[in-house]
């Protein structure tokens, strides 16, 4: 039912306003009691240098505005819209520090580990309430630099008229919760219906550190498109349900469909399946350590190994990557990831993607991206860089983002796609005053 209200200081952005974005070698995420989230510092890239965006954010929801879509002028790299030669797009590049380091960079490693694995946000009922209340203080002055995509979806949507949405999607954490077993990992029902029902109005990719087949078995959606191992193995339909193709090396999957693959690492596979099998016996006897192979990425999981044993399980992987210079260690939620050194990561499959689908002036198009990692933060980059984009990062609690929006939970996630496939569905119009403050939905 939709009823009519008052307006009450409606929320208006109209000026880039990203905060600020520190990506720092000791990356042990702070937030300074005294301005309640001012000064967070975020353990992004240790290899990355320090970079920040300027701009401050409104007092209030009211004073001041900030623009959440329109960015710079900035264009991704075109293409010409057929298969892209995999030497042009994943050159392999030398690394800036070497897979292992002495005693004091293997400190800053295991800080890195720890600001981007911070604890869950508890509820009063299971700390100290003073501990509580200055938590959701520094999660509500975080908020004023990434505001709520549910409490803006009325400018994202605004921002898309006459423009075609294509949108990418993380898998943990974002259209599944994170769990202690990764294998575990499953999307609910409602999930599933809400994606496959946003696939009909809209191109949607998932792009995951997983291998791409585990992801395509947890979802079971063959009208989507499947970006594995952080981007370097693609599949989709040769044709999407929403009328879209990508380009690609056209083959058919086991069950007979025509699909299209891009893998711009394939070279690496006998490596990284030797890799795998090293890691699995050394690991061994970290207690709580799971390595697994996710094709042209080995993820060792540490989540259940307790804290003390970080910095032993950090040196037995950097030893074996010793003998395996053109692979590099990086580290995300609670993960520990080996990856070919080239020139590809999640923000590059996003760029092709896009390209590849005919949208290589961003002026036609609105991509949107959700995800709740350090490796999403290069799809928030490329997406920040365009004409138009929308980058949403999944947090309940505060953390240095590229990203412009935030959702907490993928619950809020799957509110928020099935709010894009209602605008479609109604049409602009329709949809008009629903979420501009005029009426609201029960």
């Not at 309640?36 to 401050?56: F, P």
């Not at 900030?66 to 995999?86: D, E, F, R, Y």
């Not at 004409?387 to 993928?410: D, N, Q, Y």
Request: a positive charge; proline letters at 6%.
């Amino acid at each position: 039912m939709i009823y009519k209200c008052e307006p009450d200081c409606p929320i208006n952005f109209n000026r880039l306003d990203q905060g600020n974005i520190e990506s720092a070698e000791v990356g042990l995420l702070r937030a300074s009691l005294s301005t309640l989230g001012e000064g967070m510092v975020g353990g992004m890239s240790l290899r990355s240098k320090r970079a920040t965006l300027g701009g401050e954010s409104p007092a209030t929801p009211c004073a001041g505005t900030v623009s959440l879509l329109t960015n710079s002028s900035l264009k991704p790299a075109a293409t010409n819209g057929t298969s892209i030669s995999i030497k042009s797009t994943a050159v392999a590049v030398p690394k800036k520090h070497g897979p292992y380091a002495d005693k004091g960079h293997l400190i800053t490693w295991v800080d890195a580990m720890r600001s981007q694995s911070p604890p869950r946000f508890r509820s009063p009922h299971e700390e100290a309430p003073e501990a509580f209340e200055i938590k959701t203080a520094a999660y509500s002055a975080w908020l004023d630099k990434h505001p709520s995509a549910l409490s803006s979806f009325d400018k994202v949507v605004k921002h898309a008229k006459s423009k075609q949405i294509v949108v990418f999607l993380d898998y943990d954490g974002t259209l599944s919760p994170i769990v202690d077993n990764p294998d575990r990992a499953l999307m609910s029902d409602e999930m599933r219906a809400t994606v496959k029902e946003l696939a009909t109005y809209f191109p949607t990719a998932i792009i995951s550190g997983r291998a791409r087949p585990k992801v395509y078995d947890f979802v079971q959606l063959s009208e989507l498109y499947y970006a594995g191992s952080h981007g370097m193995d693609i599949m989709g339909p040769a044709k999407s349900s929403s009328g879209f193709k990508v380009n690609g090396t056209r083959v058919k999957d086991k069950k007979g469909n025509d699909v299209v693959f891009f893998q711009p690492a394939s070279e690496y596979l006998p490596m990284m399946d030797k890799v795998c099998s090293i890691l699995n016996e050394t690991t061994r006897t970290v207690k709580g350590a799971r390595v697994e192979h996710n094709k042209y990425c080995v993820t060792v999981h540490f989540r259940l190994v307790k804290e003390e044993l970080w910095e032993g399980l950090v040196t037995k992987v950097q030893n074996v990557l010793k003998e395996y210079p053109m692979l590099n260690l990086t580290h995300g939620r609670k993960v520990l990831e080996v990856r070919p050194s080239i020139a590809w990561d999640k923000g590059k499959a996003v760029n092709y993607l896009l390209n590849s689908l005919g949208f290589a002036d961003s002026s036609d198009v609105l991509p949107v991206y959700i995800g709740d990692d350090r490796t999403d933060e290069d799809a928030f980059k490329l997406l920040n860089g365009m004409k138009h984009g929308c980058s949403i990062l999944v947090s309940s609690i505060p953390k240095s983002t590229k990203a412009t929006l935030s959702l907490r939970e993928p619950s809020e996630v799957m509110e928020f796609l099935g709010r894009l496939v209602n605008w479609k569905k109604w049409g602009p119009e329709k949809w008009n005053g629903v979420q501009n403050g005029r009426y609201f939905m029960n």
